[in-house]
């Protein structure tokens, strides 16, 4: 009963089911953390006053995304295809990194390694490496125009998408090229 109601994923290759316990693990104790900091958030702010049905929104939106990450951790860890699901998801919610006069956004749950590019007078690449979680949404923060690219998560993506393809068209490996 239980296996009609939790679909299974196909085999992973070797070396991708260790990567995917990686992936779960970062979800776990990066949500963990996340929540702690939506926690202080709310316990800890100063909001204007008039503000905080819109402080209560963002805080809401980082707490769902939170939960997320906690549930999909939960999931892949137990090789679920939900699981595999959920967490492309959560990845692709910790690609971008943008910081600009008008909005800021960053999500990271367990490890995140960004190529970003910060506008101003002088053109700058610079590398930013976050351990743990970093949760940011918000407007007008009036920060220096920075786009970036967690590499970490293109990774852990781009290894989810293939296990979630694979377990889409039932093979356990890939195809062998047509004749």
Not at 3 to 31: E, N, T, W
Not at 57 to 71: I, M
Not at 85 to 105: D, E, G, M, R
Not at 149 to 178: D, I, K
């Amino acid at each position: 009963m239980l296996r009609s109601v939790r679909s299974r994923m196909r085999a992973p290759a070797p070396m991708d089911k260790y990567v995917l316990k990686l992936i779960a693990f970062c979800q776990i104790v990066g949500a963990i953390v996340g929540g702690v900091y939506v926690y202080e958030s709310v316990r800890f702010a100063e909001v204007e006053p008039g503000g905080e049905l819109f402080f209560l929104a963002l805080v809401s939106v980082l707490g769902v995304a939170t939960l997320l990450a906690l549930v999909a951790g939960v999931l892949l860890w137990a090789d679920t295809t939900a699981g595999t699901k959920l967490s492309l998801v959560v990845q692709a919610l910790q690609l971008p990194l943008i910081t600009s006069s008008a909005f800021k956004y960053k999500l990271m749950f367990g490890l995140g390694v960004w190529i970003c590019f910060e506008g101003g007078e002088d053109f700058t690449i610079r590398v930013q490496i976050n351990i743990g979680a970093s949760e940011a949404i918000a407007v007008n923060p009036d920060q220096p125009l920075l786009i970036g690219v967690n590499v970490v998560a293109l990774f852990f993506f781009g290894v989810l998408l293939r296990t979630w393809l694979r377990e889409r068209h039932g093979r356990a490996a890939p195809s062998a090229p047509a004749h």
